[in-house]
Structure formats: structure tokens, C-alpha cells
């Protein structure tokens, strides 16, 4: 909770069981510096980088590497949940006035990180970059007062894989990434025919 993210979602509720929506999650994320990471590879220059690393322990310094997806990891997704009234099971009779529903989906989507990268001592990098995609799962408790307004609490997970993501001013510098993620939402919204 001390780094909120920001999540966008508009939908259609095809019935009153199925809905889809796109969306915007605004997730971040931070390589941890002066780490010990494992290298391979050939680094020309500049020095003190170059040298041939074969799974050598590297301390990744801020000098050598700062990368991190703080302007957003931004999952712009395609979502399918289903919905369904377990109002009944805290007796609630009038669903006009309120109503509770569980609702589960699944969702895939685009990354276009904006990804603060420096690398090696040349400069900033930070543009935004379709880098790769994303899947997931969500499920979660709705309620909603007066058929209208609501509140949702969720709990997301997804897998994320970029294996385009730009890293200096060269458009030959590329990194990957791929990696498990997990969000709590809480989202407040409407409901309005159309």
C-alpha cells in the first residue's frame, strides 16, 4: 500500500452473468541495485565493464545498471469475467437497493512500458516501448448499491513476458524480462445502461 498503482477498466455486460472490458494496469516495478547477480556475455567497453563474464557474480551498481518500469509497467489488457448474485446467502431479499456478487475472469494484454533505463554510463533512456505481453486471472467480491454505484475488491495474478524491452538511446540494446505478478484492487465505479 505504500506504492499504489493505478488501474483503468471500462465493460460491457453481454448479460447478466458475462461481461468483457480493456483496461490499464499501472503496475511498477524496480530492479533492486547492489544485488549479486550471475553474467555471461561480452561487454566491449567502457571500462571497467569490459571484460568477457562467464556466470560471473556481478554487483549490480547504479553505475552499472538502473532499470526500472517507475513511469509504469503498463498492462493494457482484454479481460472476460463472469458475475454471479450470491446475495441470497446474506439474506438479502431487495437487490434493487443492494446486491453481492462474486465475479472471476481472465484477461491478456500488451505491455508498453515506459522504462527508465541506465546502462553502462550512457545516457537515460526512457521512452515508451511495446515490450512483450501479458496474461491473468482475477477474482473477486462486488457490491453494488442501487443497481449503479459500486465497490470491488479483487485479487489478480498474472504472468508477464517482454522479451523487447529497450534499454539506451541504441535500438540495437535490448533487454528481457519475464516474471509472476500478484495485485489487490480495490475499485470503485458505475454501472449505467447504454
Known amino acids: 500500500m505504500t506504492i499504489p498503482q493505478t488501474n483503468f477498466r471500462m ?3 453481454i448479460n447478466d452473468h458475462y ?4 483496461g490499464l494496469d ?14 555471461s556475455g561480452h561487454i566491449d567497453s567502457p571500462l571497467p565493464f569490459a571484460k568477457i563474464y ?14 526500472e ?9 482484454t479481460e472476460f469475467s463472469r458475475h454471479d448474485d450470491i446475495s441470497s446467502l446474506f439474506k438479502i431479499e431487495n437487490s434493487d437497493k443492494i446486491q453481492i456478487s462474486l465475479t472471476e475472469g481472465v484477461g491478456v494484454g500488451l505491455l508498453y512500458p515506459k ?9 537515460r533512456h526512457d521512452d515508451f516501448h511495446v515490450s512483450g505481453y501479458g ?3 482475477k477474482a473477486g467480491l462486488n457490491i453494488t448499491v442501487f443497481k449503479h454505484f459500486y465497490i ?6 498474472g504472468y508477464i513476458n517482454m522479451p523487447d524491452i529497450r534499454t539506451t538511446q541504441s535500438p540495437d540494446d535490448r533487454a528481457s524480462q519475464h516474471f509472476f505478478f500478484f495485485q489487490r484492487i480495490i475499485a470503485f465505479g458505475g454501472i449505467f445502461r447504454i
Open 11 to 13: 465493460g460491457y455486460f
Open 69 to 77: 518500469h517507475t513511469d509504469g509497467l503498463n498492462y493494457i489488457n
Open 26 to 39: 499501472h503496475m511498477k516495478y524496480v530492479l533492486t541495485q547492489d544485488q549479486t547477480a550471475t553474467i
Open 135 to 137: 496474461t491473468s486471472v
Open 152 to 157: 470491488q475488491g479483487e485479487l489478480k495474478g
Open 115 to 123: 522504462t527508465n533505463t541506465t546502462l553502462l554510463g550512457k545516457p
Open 54 to 67: 562467464d556466470n560471473t557474480p556481478t554487483v549490480i551498481t547504479e553505475s552499472f545498471l538502473k532499470y
Open 19 to 22: 461481461s468483457i472490458a480493456i
